[in-house]
């Protein structure tokens, strides 16, 4: 048995990196500290698929891994609107490459950033994004707002390591020396915990960001009695520890990306951020989900000037999501080929979008058997990053971290060689067969 | 049975999360196929806990478990996130790329069944 430590969570945007694991004959059999149960459960293993599969008369069989490569290469290189979709579940080498594919394909690159932080990364383009680092956050936050977020469910680590729970170096008492508040339409166990809960009407979200501006910028007066579902005593409430606060953090979620105004929201976000940077040092960041969707925008962009949603069929990188996004593509019957990687839009995309996916060939890569299996025509299972092999991710706050191989693996491949050598079989048949 | 009119919204809860990796199993189809309902909502139902309600949307239509819970506010049911809460979602993503996940008008009515694993539900979507 060994310990090993300094494990790096390759589970959610937390990407929490002092975990210590214990080896036995090539396997995690013990998570000894630092996961929460949502990672412990991924270190610990899963289910995964055994070996390469084609659908053949419904059924999936299994071949080669040569034979999956070639038959994924095929349907790529003869597809003339292909959507390379997912990239958050794996590293940034792997993302490199796939990027290079879809623009060699002419087709379309989307990451899961489409159905969570999508509009996010809207609005940042739009008006910027005061932030920070999560170790800034733990060492100074006084303040600490979770908004349309439930970290106790999603982010099971990230009150304990980086805001309320965490004790920082001007923070040393943890919690007692902090202040949280909590803004959602439910209750949540999240909200429990919280010293103030605001609890908006569905949608209501834009509205009550609009309140908090305007009574920070001193015009309290205009506020009606109620906004978005919340009494204005509690707005006044709300901004009074804003103004106090030395160091503020605004966490957001779903709940404001996902509802009615979507980019609009986080705009509002953004700049009620602002506002309360006359009374203190306040920030803003999103709770990202994956532990690498921020390092796929991070890559698409070095690679090709946007984040997300980038389409190439012009002979040049196009980018427009509403039109060049997943869900759109694909609920317009628009895309003739799918290669899905490292993400389940099976289980994440809606029944319509998944009406047309279910009718086009598609490729899976992906450790572990999940819904989109069930629409795949050959499924190639690989290593799983962080555990098995390693890589560079970008934590949720963009700072660069580096997954660690754990156990060895003699028969998985990585994703980053898989998507090579997918790469190397369509150069051939398209040299053979003309195209690019 | 008159069903209730409720807004509906999906998102993340801690099993769902830890079964992340294994959703084609028991496990997920446990805890991901169900709606979160306010007891006075259970209530006009007729329901009790673990039996199955049919909700409805624009967009679609599934048979989940109803559960109780205190958090929502009586009219507001929620769903894990995952292929049920999907079935009810829009492709229409309003120029935004991001469809609506949060906030959809749905009614919620009591049913019979059947509630259908991952798989069935997936194969709805072919031919």
């Known amino acids: 048995m060994a310990e090993v430590t300094d494990v790096v969570c390759s589970l959610c945007g937390c990407v929490c990196d002092d975990i210590v694991v214990e080896v036995e004959n090539n396997a995690v059999t013990k998570v000894k500290r630092g996961a929460c149960s949502v990672g412990k459960a991924k270190l610990l293993g899963h289910h995964r698929i055994k070996a390469p599969m084609m659908r053949v008369n419904g059924e999936l069989k299994e071949i080669s891994y040569d034979d999956a490569i070639k038959k ?19 590293v940034c080498e792997a993302d490199r490459v796939g990027v290079e594919l879809a623009e060699y394909l002419g087709g379309v690159v989307d990451n899961t950033a489409t159905v969570c932080h999508g509009p996010s990364v809207l609005a940042i383009q739009d008006v910027g994004l005061p932030s920070c680092t999560l170790g800034q956050i733990k060492n100074r936050a006084d303040i600490i707002i ?9 982010h099971a680590n990230h009150m304990k390591r980086y805001s309320y729970i965490s004790k920082g170096f001007w923070t040393a008492e943890g919690k007692k020396d902090k202040k949280m508040v909590v803004v959602d339409v439910r209750e949540t166990k999240t909200s429990k915990m919280a010293d103030v809960f605001v609890q908006v009407k569905p949608g209501g979200d834009y509205p009550v960001f609009s309140a908090l501006r305007a009574i920070l910028r001193g015009q309290a007066e205009i506020i009606p009695d109620e906004v978005g579902g919340v009494p204005k005593a509690k707005l006044l409430e709300v901004a009074e520890m804003m103004k106090k606060a030395k160091f503020g953090i605004i966490f957001f979620g779903m709940g404001v990306t996902h509802s009615r105004g979507r980019q609009n929201n986080i705009v509002n976000a953004i700049q009620l951020t602002r506002a309360a940077h006359l009374y203190g040092k306040w920030s803003i960041m999103p709770m990202r989900g994956h532990y690498n969707v921020t390092g796929f925008n991070q890559v698409c962009t070095w690679q090709t000037g946007f984040p997300y949603s980038v389409d190439f069929s012009r002979g040049y990188a196009w980018y427009n999501p509403g039109e060049t996004s997943s869900t759109d593509l694909l609920a317009r019957g628009e895309a003739d080929a799918a290669l899905i990687i490292a993400s389940d839009p099976g289980a994440h995309f809606p029944g319509e979008a998944l009406r047309h996916l279910a009718k086009i060939p598609t490729v899976m890569i992906d450790p572990f058997p999940n819904p989109t299996m069930e629409f795949a025509d050959v499924v190639i299972p690989v290593a799983i990053s962080g555990i098995e092999c390693e890589g560079g991710v970008y934590r949720m706050d963009n700072v660069p971290l580096r997954l660690r191989k754990v156990i060895d693996t003699d028969y998985y491949i990585p994703d980053e060689k898989i998507v090579e050598r997918i790469f190397d079989e369509v150069r051939a048949i398209k040299a053979k067969e003309g195209g690019v | 049975m008159e069903g ?18 294994s ?12 709606c979160e309902l306010h007891v006075q909502d259970m209530a006009s139902l007729g329901v009790a806990p673990g039996e199955p309600v049919k909700v409805t949307t624009a967009f679609g239509s599934v048979v ?8 929502n506010p009586v009219g507001m049911v929620f769903i894990p996130m995952g292929p049920w809460a999907n079935a009810l979602v829009s492709g229409n993503t309003h120029g935004a790329g991001m469809p609506s996940y949060k906030g959809i008008a749905a009614t919620v009515e009591k049913t019979t069944g059947p509630v259908l694993s991952v798989k069935e539900l997936m194969r709805t979507y072919m031919g």
Not at chain 2, 4 to 21: C, Y
Not at chain 2, 23 to 34: G, H, I, Q, R, T
Request: neutral net charge; glycine residues 8%.
């Open chain 2, 64 to 71: 989940v478990k109803a559960k109780q819970d205190e958090g």
């Open chain 1, 72 to 90: 994924a290469a095929e349907i790529l290189a003869h597809a003339r609107r292909p959507l390379l979709y997912g990239w958050s579940s794996t």
């Open chain 1, 146 to 154: 979770y908004w349309g977020s439930n970290p106790t469910a999603a």
């Open chain 2, 23 to 34: 959703k084609l199993s028991e496990d997920f189809n446990e805890v991901a196929v169900v």
């Open chain 2, 4 to 21: 209730i009119k409720a807004i509906l919204i999906s998102g993340r809860t801690m099993i769902q999360g830890q079964n992340l990796d």
